[in-house]
């Protein structure tokens, strides 16, 4: 059996986060597109439990959440009775801090209650604080963070009119509407008016569609399975947080987080990435503790120790706070 050299595995999950597509990949690396498509789907997966593992116990107090569209196979409106569930229109849905631009908590699937529950869930079991957090006017958000946050979230809404777009040029088809209106509604808590928006994870959209080639519109790379697709987002999230530099922070997300102390290399991603384990299970709304810990340590009451990428560290845990 043949091996890929772990320095060609970096070659080729340095072009595919660059925004590279298979076939594209394969002319620069020299590898071929099979191949290039079963290490992106391993790594990626890695990068999944590398998530998972890494971005839990955070304090966060601004939170953006948004929806993004893609699809698997075909167009929404070329799906037949009998093709997959998992064929047409498919999202991904993320919950972004506005202040470190790290992704906390995402989601792949359709754009129903059930995933804005999953998001919810998952991003109350990720971070220790009360956070304040804006979402679009999808109605299933009200609901969902209400069953996870309870009464301890800021909840608002925020819903943007546009212009109607007029012609069907391609400079009108495929040029934004122009926004004539924003209304903002609190739907619990106290939010700040001032900080009711969704400009960041919006922008942080179009990062993903030109670091992902199956996000780009009007092309054939979009993904023709399911989990290749979560695989390919799951890449691009740990690239995201852990491996590029944001511009304005001048280091990456996962560091203004601290998650981590220092900016990953992509060989080091990857090998976090294969090397990574299945993480415990996250705890349900209003249990958030320490996973793997005592309820004396999880309290603060003892020291303890954990294994981050450079090896053990010793952890003191502060009641509230981070370790």
Known sequence: MN???????????????????????ERLTDVHRDTIMRLGVRVGEGCARLHGAMMRNLQVSLIEMDEQWAFIGKKQKRVKIDDAPDMGDCYVWVA??????????????????????????D??????????ITADGFGPYVGAIDYAFGRDVDFAQIVKDYAA?????????????????????????NPDPTK?????????????????????????????????????????????????VHETLRVTPAMALGVTDHVWTIGELVHAALSAPEPS????????????????QAKGETRGSYRGPRGPRKLRLIPGGRS
């Open 123 to 132: 991003l109350r079991a990720r971070i220790l604080n009360r956070p304040q």
């Open 3 to 25: 091996i890929l050299p772990f320095e060609k595995q970096v070659q080729v999950i340095a072009a595919l986060t660059e925004g590279c597509s298979i076939r594209a990949t």
């Open 281 to 296: 299970p996250l705890p349900g709304p209003g249990q958030q503790t320490l996973p793997g810990l005592t309820a004396a």
């Open 165 to 189: 777009v007029t012609g069907n040029d391609a400079a009108h088809r495929y040029s934004p509407g122009e926004v004539i209106a924003t209304t903002k509604t609190v739907v619990c808590g």
């Open 96 to 121: 972004l801090d506005a202040t470190t631009k790290a992704v906390l908590s995402y989601v792949v699937g359709k754009r129903t209650g059930r995933e804005a529950l999953a998001i919810a869930t």
């Open 196 to 244: 009711i928006s969704t400009s960041y994870v919006e922008r942080f959209n179009l990062s993903t569609r030109m670091h992902m080639r199956r996000f780009t519109r009007l092309t054939s790379g979009f993904s023709r399975k399911l989990e290749n697709h979560q695989a390919a987002i799951s890449l691009h999230f740990a690239f995201y947080n852990f491996v590029r």
